[in-house]
């Protein structure tokens, strides 16, 4: 590292340079700032990873209310960890609320992802399945639970309507 004469190219050593030249170049590179893109990218790369921690914070709080009120046809994906397929995600329908619990009934069908929209042929068993709310709150806690749904319609050709309330249940039921 040294001086560069910029006429005849001859090279000096920093060290074999007087102290005044030295403190020259000192300050020379102090006054020298590195250009504001030089920055940008890791500029960028923060804001991008901050806003996917706010979208991830905001769906977790979005989730946590549909669960603490609960209604029907409220539609929750479940992941299966356990599941050895590719089809690790099945839906919950909710069917009934009740004060400190919910009645869910389980999709026929197992998915790879998780549906936007659900096809006519998308059916959920007739039988149901009653957990308590705050176990649906560690199930989203624990990342069992990947989505939860309100309003989900069903495609049918061009168009879509919602999903019809369930009705396949014993009339009895909330007896």
Known sequence: MGIVCSNCKHVVRIYETSEEVREMAKQLK??????WYLFLGS???TLIIGLLVVQSISRK???S???????VNDIYALRNAYETSE????????????EDSIDMSV????YRYIPNQLKPEDLFFDNYITYHKNTMLEFLKNGTIAKVS???????GNSTE????STNIDPDYSK
């Open 65 to 71: 209310a549909y669960l603490e009120n609960p209604q």
């Open 107 to 110: 999709s026929i069908f197992k």
């Open 30 to 35: 102090a006054t020298v700032k590195p250009p």
């Open 87 to 98: 089809n690790k995600y099945e839906l919950w329908k909710v069917i009934n609320v009740k």
């Open 150 to 156: 309100r309003g989900m319609t069903i495609a049918k």
């Open 61 to 63: 709080n979005k989730y």
């Open 43 to 45: 500029i960028i790369l």
């Open 162 to 165: 919602p999903i019809p309330d």
